[in-house]
């Protein structure tokens, strides 16, 4: 009697394995067919997988705008983007306003606080591109003041 045990709980294990083997089969081949299908869902390009790709705009520009970024174009935009856009968001530059003293000073401050790398030769080139074209701007006065209804304010 035992052996008939014994011969069933191989059927049994045997059946299992039967049944593991099917699934895989049967996942592999949905797997070969949809790959087969769809080859650009597996394609890993570099301009897929950029952080700062964006595939309808990267590169273009409009109006001396670079689209993909919002910075203005000009004589060391490709560096800007390569050197700061790799930490941090565009905007975050093309927010800020400072003189070519106010860049480099920032640039001195991520290098020695946050681990920004050695701009080498490309760093003049960078500070002039920023305190061109995201220089102070000044403030005039504001406008004269018009249509204004005034009053007299009452004595106490």
Not at 15 to 25: P, R, S, T
Not at 113 to 135: K, P, R, S
């Amino acid at each position: 009697m035992s052996s008939q045990k014994e011969f069933k709980q191989q059927v049994r294990k045997l059946y299992h394995k039967l049944i593991a083997a099917f699934g895989i089969i049967t996942i592999s081949v949905f797997l070969f067919i949809y790959i087969a299908l769809h080859p650009s869902a597996f394609k890993n390009s570099p301009e897929e997988t950029s952080i700062i790709a964006v595939p309808e705009v990267d590169g273009k520009i409009e109006n001396g705008i670079h689209l993909a970024t919002g910075f203005v174009d000009g004589e060391g935009l490709t560096e800007v983007i390569q050197n700061c856009t790799n930490c941090h968001s565009a905007k975050l530059v093309t927010q800020n306003r400072m003189t070519e003293e106010g860049w480099v000073a920032t640039i001195r401050w991520m290098q020695e606080t946050q681990n920004l790398w050695d701009l080498g030769d490309q760093e003049e080139l960078i500070v002039n591109y920023l305190a061109t074209n995201y220089a102070p701007q000044k403030k005039g006065r504001r406008e004269v003041l018009t249509d204004i209804e005034w009053y007299t304010l009452p004595a106490n």
